[in-house]
Nanobody, 125 residues
């Protein structure tokens, strides 16, 4: 069974920075995409950023419009870990941030989506 451990959330002032980490464990053979979603109170969960690596090692990143130019996603495939560097944070970035793995192949199964437990990010004005 794949498990995710998220870390790095917290309280920061507007204009500040945070770095989120998500480490996956289990008998993982491959992960198609790793990403971050967020959900603010009363709002739907939305994509923050995702990163995909092809079998040939070509990496593609995708960002939500509201975070482009401020957030950077990266991935350490050897460690099954993804990071989200968040700069110039704004109060509207306040939300619970969830790590997501898409199309995870393990020793026994293929899991379509795996979600972390979420980490709170609060940006004060």
């Amino acid at each position: 069974q794949v498990q995710l451990v998220e870390s790095g959330g917290g309280l920061v002032q507007a204009g500040g920075s945070l770095r989120l980490s998500c480490a996956a464990s289990g008998s993982i053979f491959s992960i198609h995409a790793m990403g971050w979603y967020r959900q603010a109170p009363g709002k739907q969960r939305e994509l923050v950023a995702s990163i995909t690596t092809t079998p040939r090692g070509i990496t593609t990143s995708n960002y939500g419009d509201s975070v482009k130019g401020r957030f950077t996603i990266s991935r350490d495939s050897a460690k099954n870990t993804t990071f989200l560097e968040m700069n110039n944070l704004k109060p509207e970035d306040t939300a619970v941030y969830y790590c997501n793995l898409n199309r995870v192949r393990t020793a026994t199964t293929m899991e379509a989506d795996v979600w972390g437990q979420g980490t709170q990010v609060t940006v004060s004005s």
